[in-house]
């Protein structure tokens, strides 16, 4: 299969190089690691042990394939969508965390898009080199959930490369639980500066738990099957499996980057502005963090 990866910074290069052991995979990314991918190749490290020679481009347009999978950050989502929409592809998928961003696709692309969750852990260490801290799975189907034959034929792409994937029917439940997690782990540990493990106790277990069944209850207004307990039960088992994990959204303030927290707690606000539902915990969380924003990102 022809794949290219919209965005192969820590997770794209990652499930890229996974991909790039079974198919031709073309990496769109940034100076210097585009360079050193093209000329030296692409070593996968950490879980893994592997190199790879994926092509590497920072041209982002005019570009076909299969399948394009976007992994950059929800707040370039818009961007990738305008320069996929110059190219050609059979299907479209997101493996990005936060939500909306299937929408944004969609606003610029005629191909299906499909929504996907990725547990992998992935650090780009530097130019060329990435780490997996994680292995997990991809799930992977119809943004609007029900069944796909796109998403069963790009599945089976996924499995052939040695990816451990699901083939998932309830996508909308799937994002709004992983939604749930994020806006749970993600602020609390990105504003205290802990590993994800510190949110299975005391206050930021409490904050955690509150912000994921406010996340919960949106879902359901939002005509999605979710429930409180589940939700914090995802948070609990997320943070055990990951307890010296640094979020994202730490690593992004630790960096002094913009973060995700307008795809995910605010996303969560927005949503429950929208039905009624009071959201008091995120709406803290997410305007605690875009004030780190404004002053230090
Ligand atoms: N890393 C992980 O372990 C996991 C990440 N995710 C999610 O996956 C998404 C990506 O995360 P992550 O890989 O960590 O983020 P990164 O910032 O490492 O990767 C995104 C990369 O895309 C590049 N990029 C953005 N726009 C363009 C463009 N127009 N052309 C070329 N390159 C571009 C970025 O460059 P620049 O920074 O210069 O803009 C960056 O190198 C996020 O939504 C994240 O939450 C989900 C699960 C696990
Ligand atoms: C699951 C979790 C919380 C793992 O760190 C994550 O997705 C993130 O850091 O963005």
Same mark, same amino acid.
């Given at each position: 299969?022809?794949?290219?990866?919209?965005?192969?910074?820590?997770?794209?290069?990652?499930?890229?190089?996974?991909?790039?052991?079974?198919?031709?995979?073309?990496?769109?990314?940034?100076?210097?690691?585009?360079?050193?991918?093209?000329?030296?190749?692409?070593?996968?490290?950490?879980?893994?042990?592997?190199?790879?020679?994926?092509?590497?481009?920072?041209?982002?347009?005019?570009?076909?394939?299969?399948?394009?999978?976007?992994?950059?950050?929800?707040?370039?989502?818009?961007?990738?969508?305008?320069?996929?929409?110059?190219?050609?592809?059979?299907?479209?998928?997101?493996?990005?965390?936060?939500?909306?961003?299937?929408?944004?696709?969609?606003?610029?692309?005629?191909?299906?898009?499909?929504?996907?969750?990725?547990?992998?852990?992935?650090?780009?260490?530097?130019?060329?080199?990435?780490?997996?801290?994680?292995?997990? =799975?991809? #799930?992977?189907? %119809? /943004?609007?959930? $029900?069944?796909?034959? *796109?998403?069963?034929?790009?599945?089976? @792409?996924?499995? &052939?490369?040695?990816?451990?994937?699901?083939?998932?029917?309830?996508?909308?439940?799937?994002?709004?639980?992983?939604?749930?997690?994020?806006?749970?782990?993600?602020?609390?540990?990105?504003?205290?500066?802990?590993?994800?493990?510190?949110?299975?106790?005391?206050?930021?277990?409490?904050?955690?738990?509150?912000?994921?069944? =406010?996340? #919960?209850?949106? %879902? /359901?207004?939002? $005509?999605?099957?979710? *429930?409180?307990?589940?939700?914090?039960? @995802?948070?609990? &088992?997320?943070?055990?499996?990951?307890?010296?994990?640094?979020?994202?959204?730490?690593?992004?303030?630790?960096?002094?980057?913009?973060?995700?927290?307008?795809?995910?707690?605010?996303?969560?606000?927005?949503?429950?502005?929208?039905?009624?539902?009071?959201?008091?915990?995120?709406?803290?969380?997410?305007?605690?963090?875009?004030?780190?924003?404004?002053?230090?990102?």
């Amino acid at each position: 299969m022809e794949i290219v990866v919209f965005g192969a910074g820590s997770l794209g290069s990652l499930i890229g190089g996974l991909l790039a052991r079974e198919h031709r995979v073309t990496f769109v990314a940034r100076d210097p690691h585009a360079t050193e991918v093209r000329e030296s190749g692409l070593r996968v490290g950490g879980a893994f042990d592997f190199r790879v020679h994926p092509s590497a481009t920072g041209d982002e347009r005019e570009l076909r394939a299969n399948c394009a999978i976007v992994t950059v950050k929800a707040f370039q989502t818009e961007t990738a969508g305008r320069q996929l929409a110059t190219g050609e592809f059979d299907a479209v998928l997101s493996l990005q965390n936060g939500m909306g961003n299937e929408d944004v696709l969609a606003d610029y692309l005629d191909c299906p898009i499909l929504a996907g969750t990725a547990s992998y852990g992935a650090v780009l260490t530097e130019p060329g080199t990435v780490e997996c801290t994680g292995v997990g =799975e991809i #799930a992977l189907g %119809a /943004r609007e959930g $029900g069944d796909s034959e *796109t998403a069963r034929t790009i599945g089976e @792409a996924f499995t &052939t490369a040695g990816i451990e994937t699901e083939i998932a029917d309830d996508m909308p439940r799937r994002l709004w639980e992983k939604l749930a997690v994020n806006a749970g782990i993600n602020p609390v540990t990105a504003l205290s500066r802990v590993e994800n493990g510190t949110v299975l106790s005391g206050d930021a277990s409490e904050i955690a738990a509150t912000a994921a069944r =406010e996340t #919960a209850r949106v %879902a /359901r207004a939002d $005509g999605v099957e979710l *429930t409180d307990e589940d939700t914090v039960s @995802a948070v609990e &088992t997320v943070a055990s499996a990951t307890v010296s994990n640094v979020s994202s959204m730490h690593q992004d303030v630790e960096a002094g980057r913009k973060t995700e927290i307008e795809a995910i707690n605010g996303y969560v606000v927005a949503r429950g502005e929208r039905y009624g539902v009071e959201t008091p915990v995120n709406r803290t969380l997410s305007g605690l963090v875009k004030t780190w924003e404004r002053t230090n990102g």
